[in-house]
């Protein structure tokens, strides 16, 4: 029997706890590529697509390099994302972690099939949603965990989607479960948190533009403290299913009386 919501909240917070340093140091790695998009954004001449209606406002020569740099940061994003859940998934199963570099090097090896099979995942569950909203819903549970047996396993495309299934098939429930729960619970306490340091700094004797510029940074800062946890508890739940296979009970057929 796989493990229940409040212990994938514990054992997340632990394993965040117990490797703080390392899992903030991919996470802050991975925030890289979009402050650089940012950046890119302003260099560029402000390109924003709010601005797109206002033709006149837009050097349209910025726009294929403006897009050229956000995807080519966004595949750097997603290549050191996988990176992380390998190292997550190595510690939670008090594996050794190769040094970030070399963590690096081997995930670079699985930017191409975890690619393929999201962008599969994302098919089926699209496909579903457009058939009618309720098997949308339950594709996206069965390919769940699709882009975790790529990332660990080295699984590849429709091998990894029917993995996920089978992980999935029999308990899709309790899956459900235990894939929201976590990730409410997380967000409360982020809502929370936000609340009540929003409270604080509005209190202050500051004005309006600096008030909103400290809650955006609060904002931002909270979120990167919380997607360790939010990714421990997807990659611990992957790993206990894996662990604990869903077993079909297989009826004994009586024998036949002896003539």
């Given at each position: 029997?796989?493990?229940?919501?409040?212990?994938?909240?514990?054992?997340?917070?632990?394993?965040?706890?117990?490797?703080?340093?390392?899992?903030?140091?991919?996470?802050?790695?991975?925030?890289?590529?979009?402050?650089?998009?940012?950046?890119?954004?302003?260099?560029?001449?402000?390109?924003?697509?709010?601005?797109?209606?206002?033709?006149?406002?837009?050097?349209?020569?910025?726009?294929?390099?403006?897009?050229?740099?956000?995807?080519?940061?966004?595949?750097?994003?997603?290549?050191?994302?996988i990176a992380f859940v390998r190292?997550?998934?190595?510690?939670?199963?008090?594996?050794s972690v190769e040094p970030t570099?070399?963590?690096?090097?081997?995930?670079?090896?699985?930017?191409?099939?975890?690619?393929?099979?999201?962008?599969?995942?994302?098919?089926?569950?699209?496909?579903?949603?457009?058939?009618?909203v309720i098997p949308g819903i339950?594709?996206?549970?069965?390919?769940?965990?699709?882009?975790?047996?790529?990332?660990?396993?080295?699984?590849?495309?429709?091998?990894?989607?029917?993995?996920?299934?089978?992980?999935?098939?029999?308990?899709?429930?309790?899956?459900?479960?235990?894939?929201?729960?976590?990730?409410?619970?997380?967000?409360?306490?982020?809502?929370?948190?936000?609340?009540?340091?929003?409270?604080?700094?509005?209190?202050?004797?500051?004005?309006?533009?600096?008030?909103?510029?400290?809650?955006?940074?609060?904002?931002?800062?909270?979120?990167?403290?919380?997607?360790?946890?939010?990714?421990?508890?997807?990659?611990?739940?992957?790993?206990?299913?894996?662990?604990?296979?869903?077993?079909?009970?297989?009826?004994?057929?009586?024998?036949?009386?002896?003539?």
């Amino acid at each position: 029997m796989i493990i229940g919501v409040g212990e994938i909240i514990s054992r997340s917070v632990k394993l965040y706890r117990d490797n703080t340093k390392l899992f903030l140091k991919y996470v802050l790695i991975i925030l890289i590529p979009s402050i650089l998009v940012g950046f890119t954004n302003v260099l560029l001449g402000s390109l924003t697509f709010s601005e797109f209606p206002i033709m006149g406002s837009i050097n349209w020569m910025y726009v294929p390099v403006y897009a050229i740099c956000a995807i080519t940061l966004s595949v750097i994003s997603f290549w050191i994302s996988i990176a992380f859940v390998r190292v997550v998934a190595k510690r939670y199963q008090n594996a050794s972690v190769e040094p970030t570099m070399v963590e690096l090097k081997t995930a670079s090896k699985l930017i191409l099939p975890v690619a393929w099979v999201s962008i599969l995942t994302g098919l089926a569950v699209f496909g579903g949603i457009l058939l009618v909203v309720i098997p949308g819903i339950i594709f996206a549970i069965w390919f769940s965990f699709s882009y975790y047996g790529a990332s660990i396993d080295g699984k590849h495309g429709t091998e990894a989607m029917k993995y996920s299934k089978h992980l999935v098939q029999g308990r899709w429930w309790g899956t459900f479960w235990r894939i929201a729960a976590p990730n409410v619970v997380f967000s409360f306490l982020y809502g929370i948190i936000q609340s009540i340091l929003g409270l604080i700094i509005r209190a202050l004797p500051l004005s309006v533009d600096v008030n909103a510029i400290i809650l955006a940074s609060i904002s931002a800062v909270i979120s990167i403290l919380v997607i360790p946890l939010t990714t421990s508890a997807l990659t611990i739940l992957y790993i206990e299913m894996k662990n604990n296979p869903v077993t079909m009970d297989i009826p004994v057929t009586a024998e036949p009386p002896k003539a």
